[in-house]
């Protein structure tokens, strides 16, 4: 018996769910995925999980969501308000970017990207874990097979949803990966010792003897570095990318990044190769949301918005092609999807029927 539950949520404007949406428009169907202006991802609620399917019922200026919950089990009030409070944080709904756009009032650069990507918010993973693990996979490798690596890990270890015959997944619990024997992590791919920085993580964060929920509140990012960093096989690079994707820490910048210094330079310094340093200069124009700068930088190159060595004389808003450099970086630094270029498509394995909502 499938359960099914509706709610609405408003979210604080601007806020273009199209565009947000449109980094998972060739996600995996059993994961997250993007498609016909709707978006679905398989959420925690509680103890139970949940398939929730999310589209754009409003405007920028008034935005609101509906959301239509499916389950397995019975779905309560309290799951409702549960549901609602994970797609507020997925999507960041309650940020005001009014506040971000003041701060960069000053950047003109920055100014001119915003203004064309107006209500354009970052995601965040359900839960840190996720963009722990993910951070820790993609360390020195290309992202096309750390990309394959984590949809094994997913599909060998998540807890699975089967609804009408379709069956999709959460993201695996640190109980579970924690319970993953070395031997079973490097089947999927891991090396022996990536296997043995996820193992470790996972067993750390099942204890509680790292608690990511609490690092998140931190008030000082250079604490929750700090504290990350003594974890094995975490340095600041992974930290960083953790918090910006798992914490919605938006003052993150991993400047130490080679594609996103490349993308600062392609606005900022005509493409030549410049240092962290010198990026992190760069970036002190955008105030305590420097990470989310850089997310308006990554998406306005993917979308072939002009830098500023050609003075704005030509826009192109309307293509949202993940292709080539521009996918890779977008995918170092958010969620799953599938690579393009001009000549070719690595597409994400997407396996089952087709949703029947």
Request: aromatic content about 10%; glycine content about 6%; proline content about 3%.
């Amino acid at each position: 018996m499938i359960f099914n539950e509706r709610l609405c949520i408003s979210a604080v404007p601007p806020f273009n769910f199209d565009l947000s949406a449109r980094i998972f428009s060739n996600g995996d169907k059993q994961i997250r995925r993007y498609e016909n202006h709707v978006f679905w991802q398989v959420i925690r609620v509680g103890e139970k999980l949940a398939l929730a399917f999310i589209e754009s019922t409003g405007t920028e200026e008034s935005p609101r969501l509906t959301v239509e919950l499916k389950s397995n089990r019975k779905i309560t009030e309290d799951d409702k308000k549960t549901a609602e409070g994970i797609i507020c944080s997925l999507f960041n709904l309650n940020f005001d970017l009014t506040e971000f756009y003041r701060e960069i009032r000053n950047d003109r650069t920055m100014r001119l990207l915003a203004k064309k990507l107006c209500g354009l918010k970052s995601p965040t993973t359900q839960f840190p874990f996720e963009a722990l693990v993910d951070s820790i996979v993609e360390q020195q490798i290309s992202l096309k097979v750390a990309n394959a690596f984590e949809q094994r890990i997913i599909k060998k270890w998540g807890e699975a949803l089967t609804l009408n015959d379709n069956t999709y997944y959460a993201y695996p619990t640190p109980k579970t990966l924690a319970r993953a024997t070395q031997h079973e992590l490097r089947a999927v791919g891991l090396s022996e010792r990536k296997a043995e920085y996820v193992r470790n993580a996972a067993s750390l964060i099942a204890e509680r003897k790292v608690d990511l929920e609490e690092l998140s509140r931190r008030e000082q990012t250079s604490e929750i570095i700090e504290e990350l960093d003594r974890v094995k096989g975490i340095g600041v690079w992974t930290a960083e990318l953790t918090m910006l994707r798992g914490m919605a820490r938006l003052e993150a910048l991993p400047a130490d990044d080679l594609g996103l210094r490349r993308t600062i330079s392609h606005f900022y310094c005509g493409g030549k190769q410049i240092t962290s340093d010198e990026a992190r200069k760069i970036a002190d124009n955008w105030g305590l949301w420097k990470g989310l700068a850089a997310y308006y930088l990554i998406v306005a190159e993917m979308t072939d918005l002009p830098s500023r060595q050609n003075n704005y004389r030509k826009t192109k808003t309307d293509s949202y092609i993940l292709r080539g450099k521009h996918g890779y970086l977008m995918r170092r630094f958010f969620i799953k999807f599938t690579l393009s270029t001009k000549k070719t498509t690595v597409a994400t394995a997407i396996h089952g029927t087709p949703i029947n909502r």
